[in-house]
């Protein structure tokens, strides 16, 4: 498949971010009619420029977060004792498995990053947590194309990163080339920098071009800086509120008043930070619902 007949994108929308003072963000993901790109759950871009993030210790359970800075430091702690400085080009993943708690602050002036999270596959939701650094990331390399694969497989290009679902992330500069893909997998593309030309469509900074299934290559024409998600599509209906991926309200239900109660028992502790904690939103007065995946024609 090469062309595009019917291009589908999904506009960002700014978000305010709980627990920071003025910021907004720009959310791509989840969209009502695209919850999921492949176990691709959740994407927002901070910045370019941001003066100033601080995200003070707040909760996750059934997610990855992958933090992918584009420009300035950020250092993380969790609740498993990680305390990392995060730089360009490297790879912050921590799975939340049960639960786990989480900071995020910027020690550089002129943040610009995107925060991801990748959908646990029911199986491993009661896993313990963990995390994961990656300074060193493979690259995919072929003509007009420079890509560094900081999830799943590009090519012969694999991450060491952990995965329970076949994904892929990966940020690709490109001035005029061929990207091999999975014809099993769906695939979303978003630029950072400059424009790319994908098939017969234009792309520019700010929305997500969906690609859907059935390729085994896209050829993309830049200069641009792109970001390339994909994977298999994900099976599940999730209930998704604030920090929380589940498959029911009682589970997120139960799972807040954890956090609420402060149960260190599920959550742990972030070291460094006091009493300061980012307090969960009350829940709606309606029951939670999950998230229909839409039915697509590839």
């Not at 700014?14 to 920071?20: E, F, I, N, R, Y």
């Not at 109660?261 to 619902?289: C, E, M, W, Y």
Request: hydrophobic share 40%; proline share 9%; aromatic share 8%.
């Amino acid at each position: 498949m090469s062309n595009l007949t019917s291009p589908e994108f999904f506009e960002a929308r700014k978000v305010p971010l709980g627990g920071v003072r003025g910021v907004r963000v720009d959310r791509v993901l989840p969209q009502r009619d695209l919850p999921t790109l492949g176990a691709w759950c959740f994407l927002d871009q901070f910045g370019p420029g941001f003066a100033e993030m601080i995200v003070l210790p707040h909760p996750h359970i059934g997610l990855q977060t992958v933090t992918w800075p584009l420009a300035g430091e950020i250092r993380h702690r969790d609740s498993v004792g990680s305390d990392v400085v995060l730089r360009p080009g490297q790879l912050n993943l921590m799975t939340s498995g049960r639960g786990v708690a989480h900071s995020e602050v910027s020690l550089t002036e002129g943040v610009h990053a995107l925060q991801l999270w990748v959908a646990l596959p029911a199986e491993a939701t009661p896993l313990d947590p963990g995390f994961e650094h990656h300074a060193q990331l493979p690259s995919f390399r072929s003509e007009g194309i420079d890509a560094l694969v900081f999830m799943g497989a590009l090519g012969d290009a694999e991450s060491r990163a952990t995965t329970y679902t076949p994904i892929v992330g990966a940020q690709i500069d490109v001035t005029d080339g061929t990207i091999p893909l999975r014809p099993d997998f769906e695939y979303g593309l978003l630029v950072i920098d400059g424009a790319v030309r994908v098939a017969d469509v234009e792309l520019k900074p700010g929305p997500l071009l969906y690609l859907g299934t059935g390729r085994d290559e896209i050829t993309l024409a830049g200069p641009a800086r792109v970001i390339l998600l994909g994977g298999e599509p994900f099976p599940d209906d999730l209930v998704m509120w604030w920090n929380f991926v589940g498959r029911s309200h009682d589970e997120i239900a139960a799972a807040r008043e954890q956090w609420e109660n402060q149960d260190t028992s599920r959550f742990g502790i972030v070291a460094g930070h006091g009493s300061d904690r980012i307090p969960a939103p009350v829940l709606p007065n309606l029951r939670l619902k999950p998230r229909k995946q839409p039915s697509r024609n590839q």
